[in-house]
């Protein structure tokens, strides 16, 4: 039994070992990461320093995760951000290496951990250095938001050795007192008084983000009895960083067997898009539709999209609409598709 005991311990303890020297290899890896967009910490990216900086002020969540919940730093970091920062931007190409990369799936906050772009195109990117004085150096940590996704990465820390400057040694010369005051001691006059400047709060003008697209799709119009093929053109503002405005005109061409007695029918929209969960959303839309018929008429519609983002460039949708007019009967339209945004 004493035996037994004494090899299940040998087993253990030789066990822990492995494993701790195992983690200390892998943890030091960087994992190889070629393609941006797929799950970003904001959809639509960010374009401008002004974006940047609400993306900041924003993900409080993202900022704690970069610098490992620390307190310290974050409070450094948003004394920074209260003062004049000033953002560069920088492409990065192949073989770069990150610290971290913070992004946000299913609606939670994700950290990769060290990785390295090994995409064979640059990516560009927002940079700006945190500074945290430690005395005797000046300790930078570098901040990088990815433009295509706002994915907030650390990318490097440097540390800067302060130059201590000597002030020479000024032998003092002793004055004596004259014996005879031929003028009056006058007084020191006071020092000027200076007043603080009161603070001037710049307003900025929040920047318009607006993606351009184009798509196709696939859809059952006038109760399922005819199939149509959609060519879609459209414009999406993004507002608030909450929900999307989408404007769209579309041709719809019927391909079903006896497409020769139906119409090509234009379609136009507008509709509200609300962020479930990044990339899911949900929305509602009112448009037009031409006379899909003879003895059909031009028709105001409503109805509903449900779809997702894949990345900042592919969109996948399901859309049902029906006419407002009662008199139309079950004349409705469930489309499916895709869009691609630039």
């Not at 009895?225 to 503002?237: C, D, I, N, S």
Request: hydrophobic share 45%; charged share 25%; net charge neutral.
């Amino acid at each position: 039994m004493k035996k037994t005991i004494v090899f299940l311990v040998f087993l253990l303890v030789a066990g822990l070992a492995f494993g701790q020297d195992q983690y200390e290899k892998v943890k030091d890896q960087y994992k190889k990461v070629k393609t941006i967009g797929l799950a970003p910490l904001q959809s639509g990216g960010v374009h401008d320093e002004q974006e940047v900086m609400d993306l900041l002020n924003r993900e409080q969540e993202a900022i704690a995760a970069v610098f490992n919940h620390n307190d310290a730093l974050i409070k450094i970091f948003l004394q920074h951000m209260s003062g004049d920062m000033e953002i560069g931007s920088q492409w990065f190409v192949k073989g770069d290496r990150f610290l971290s990369n913070i992004y946000r799936y299913v609606g939670k906050i994700f950290n990769v951990g060290k990785w390295e772009w090994t995409g064979e195109k640059p990516f560009d990117a927002f940079v700006f250095p945190i500074e945290q004085d430690l005395g005797d150096i000046i300790r930078q940590y570098w901040i990088v938001v990815i433009k295509d996704c706002a994915n907030i990465v650390l990318w490097k820390i440097e540390d800067i050795a302060i130059e201590k400057i000597e002030e020479p040694i000024v032998p003092t010369i002793k004055e004596w007192p004259s014996r005879i005051s031929l003028k009056a001691e006058s007084k020191p006059e006071p020092p000027p008084e200076i007043k603080p400047m009161p603070k001037q709060e710049r307003a900025v003008k929040r920047p318009t983000r607006v993606n351009y697209f184009v798509g196709t799709g696939v859809g059952t119009f006038y109760s399922c009895f005819m199939e149509y093929w959609l060519f879609e053109v459209g414009a999406k503002r993004n507002l608030f960083g909450l929900m999307d405005v989408v404007m769209s005109m579309s041709a719809g061409m019927p391909i079903g067997k006896e497409k020769s007695d139906w119409n090509t029918v234009p379609i136009v929209g507008i509709g509200l898009q609300l962020k479930l969960f990044d990339p899911f959303y949900l929305g509602a839309d009112v448009g037009l539709s031409g006379k899909m018929k003879e003895g059909l008429k031009t028709q105001a519609e409503f109805g509903a999209e449900m779809g997702f983002h894949v990345g900042n460039t592919l969109g996948v949708y399901l859309r049902a609409r029906v006419p407002l007019d009662e008199k139309a009967g079950w004349n409705y339209k469930i489309i499916g598709g895709v869009r691609i945004f630039f």
